[in-house]
C-alpha cells in the first residue's frame, strides 16, 4: 500500500509518500515541503498544490509502477490555541484544509483519511516532553529524524544571509511540516488496511 501523508497549512504544506509491504519495513519514496507564503490568495495556493500532487503522483508512478492508494491528512484544527488562534484563523484553516482534501480525493480518485494529530501521535509513540526546553515542532522534528523509515533523507536546508548567524546553514522551516506528513502516513501504514477503506471517504 503507498500512502501519501499531508500537512497543511496556507503557509507550508508538507508531503510524505511512504510504502508498506508485507513482512517488510515501510520505505520512503518521496518527501518535500511546499511553500506557500509568497502565492497570494488562498485559490491560488491550492492551484499550486494541485500542480505539485501532479508532479508527486508521476515521480510515484515512474518509481513503482503503482499509483497511490490513499491520502491520509492532519484534521485542521478544532479549538483555539493560547495565542495561536483566533475564529478568523480556525475559518481561513478550515476551508483550506477542505479544499485541499477534496483536490487529493478528486485528482487522485482514492480514499482520504482525516486524522487527529494528538492521537496519531500517540498511536505511533511519539511522546512529547512537556518540560522540553524544545517546542512541539522541534520534538516532532527529532522523532521523525530518529525513524529508520527517514533515515537517508536529505533533509533541505540553506544558508543564512542575513543576522548573527549569517553563513550558517539550517534547516529549511518547511522540514517541520515533512516530519508532521511523515507521522500521519507513518500512522497510516500501521493502522489504515486498503480493503477496510472507503473509496468515496473524504
Known amino acids: 500500500m503507498i500512502i501519501l501523508g499531508l500537512d497543511i497549512s496556507t503557509s507550508n504544506i ?3 509518500v511512504i510504502e508498506k509491504k508485507p513482512g517488510c519495513s515501510d520505505s520512503l519514496l518521496h518527501a518535500l515541503g511546499l511553500p506557500l507564503t509568497k502565492v ?6 491550492a492551484e499550486v498544490f494541485k500542480e505539485h ?24 484544527l478544532q479549538a483555539f490555541r493560547r495565542n495561536m488562534s483566533s475564529a478568523a484563523t480556525i475559518s481561513k484553516l478550515n476551508r483550506f484544509n477542505g479544499i485541499v482534501s477534496y483536490i487529493s480525493r478528486s485528482f487522485l480518485e482514492v480514499p482520504v483519511h482525516m486524522v487527529n494529530v494528538i492521537s496519531a501521535r500517540r498511536q505511533v509513540g511519539l511522546r512529547l516532553d512537556k518540560k522540553s526546553e524544545k517546542n512541539t515542532k522541534e520534538q516532532v522534528f527529532d522523532w521523525t529524524n530518529d525513524q529508520k523509515t527517514m533515515k537517508h533523507f536529505e533533509w533541505p536546508t540553506k544558508i543564512l544571509k542575513s543576522g548573527p548567524s549569517k553563513g550558517k546553514t539550517r534547516y529549511e522551516s518547511f522540514c517541520f511540516d515533512i516530519a508532521d506528513a511523515f507521522v500521519v502516513a507513518h500512522w497510516g501504514s ?7 477503506l472507503d473509496p468515496h471517504n473524504v
Do not use: H, P, W
Open 53 to 76: 500532487l501532479r508532479e508527486v503522483s508521476n515521480i510515484i508512478l515512474e518509481k513503482t509502477g503503482q499509483r497511490i492508494d490513499v491520502v491520509v491528512i492532519e484534521e485542521s
Open 190 to 196: 500501521q493502522y489504515l488496511k486498503i480493503d477496510d
Open 14 to 16: 508538507g508531503f510524505c
Open 40 to 45: 497570494k490568495g488562498m485559490y491560488a495556493k
